[in-house]
């Protein structure tokens, strides 16, 4: 069973990939529905660190100082196989979200790495109306 002790921070090819694959659809999905554009402030979360990584839009990524109106905290974590890693992304909106009654979004799952490209598998992905962080 992997522990907060497994947390780490990704290589930068997981984590675009996982922004790219996972991420940014379920943010599109959701601005979507709600009719607000996003502007997210991605992070990776190992334990109780934060470390800042970009910002992100629908039409950019950058690593510059924008009004983000959505923070995301990414978390990996080791596992007993090599190439598998569990991951959890979590999405807290800001008030203009909330008043649409749409609190963020919580994505659970894992990563296999053995191949060239990761396979990411979604084994949960809840709309949030309460906004409280959760470790996993």
Do not use: C
């Not at 922004?19 to 402030?41: C, D, H, M, W, Y």
């Not at 979200?97 to 992905?125: M, N």
């Amino acid at each position: 069973m992997a522990t907060p002790e497994d947390e780490f921070d990704p290589h930068w090819s997981l984590l675009e990939a996982i922004v790219e694959e996972i991420l940014t659809p379920a943010l599109a999905r959701t601005s979507n529905q709600i009719g607000k554009p996003f502007v997210a402030r991605v992070a990776v979360w190992v334990r109780d660190t934060e470390i800042p990584k970009f910002s992100l839009s629908p039409t950019d990524r950058g690593h510059y100082d924008v009004e983000e109106n959505t923070d995301v905290r990414i978390r990996f974590r080791q596992t007993i196989k090599a190439t598998r890693h569990l991951f959890s992304i979590q999405v807290q909106h800001a008030e203009a979200w909330r008043q649409q009654k749409l609190s963020g979004i919580w994505i659970k799952g894992d990563v296999d790495i053995a191949q060239k490209v990761p396979i990411f598998r979604v084994r949960d992905e809840t709309i949030r109306y309460t906004g409280e962080w959760k470790k996993w």
